[in-house]
């Protein structure tokens, strides 16, 4: 697969994935809906964030660091696009459950950076081999 194709279907995605979480907005009431709504809401924002932290982070990788391989680049803006998405999806289901507090979100933080150096030192161990 080329870049191109790669930029092109992952906007397409992302763009279809926002339309449906736009959807999910306007036609799930949080108040009256089940376990099902609010699963299918998390899940759209947490694909939707994903592509859009991913597009923007290979972007900038592309344009600033022109040294690293595009396949690299690809790779570790998707991982860390994913991992923000995740962030900022955990963040905030626990605002909706009242469970933000500093503590709480340091946790977290501290957590998805401790899963990103593991990445990073497995990835690490995979290329010197």
């Given at each position: 697969?080329?870049?191109?194709?790669?930029?092109?279907?992952m906007?397409?995605?992302?763009?279809?994935?926002?339309?449906?979480?736009?959807?999910?907005?306007l036609?799930?009431?949080?108040?009256?809906?089940?376990?099902?709504?609010?699963?299918?809401?998390?899940?759209?924002?947490?694909?939707?964030?994903?592509?859009?932290?991913?597009?923007?982070?290979?972007?900038?990788?592309?344009?600033?660091l022109?040294?690293?391989?595009?396949?690299?680049?690809v790779?570790v803006?998707?991982?860390?696009?994913?991992?923000?998405?995740?962030?900022?999806?955990?963040?905030?289901?626990?605002?909706?459950?009242?469970?933000?507090?500093?503590?709480?979100?340091?946790?977290?933080?501290?957590?998805?950076?401790?899963?990103?150096?593991?990445?990073?030192?497995?990835?690490?161990?995979?290329?010197?081999?």
């Amino acid at each position: 697969m080329t870049l191109r194709t790669y930029l092109a279907m992952m906007i397409i995605a992302t763009l279809m994935t926002w339309l449906g979480f736009g959807i999910i907005i306007l036609n799930i009431d949080p108040e009256t809906t089940n376990w099902l709504g609010i699963a299918l809401f998390y899940i759209t924002l947490l694909i939707a964030l994903t592509g859009t932290a991913s597009i923007i982070g290979f972007i900038i990788r592309f344009l600033f660091l022109k040294h690293e391989l595009i396949a690299r680049s690809v790779f570790v803006a998707f991982r860390q696009g994913f991992l923000m998405a995740l962030l900022l999806s955990s963040i905030l289901f626990l605002f909706s459950r009242g469970f933000f507090s500093i503590l709480n979100i340091s946790l977290l933080i501290l957590g998805i950076t401790a899963l990103e150096f593991l990445l990073l030192s497995l990835e690490s161990d995979r290329l010197r081999s």
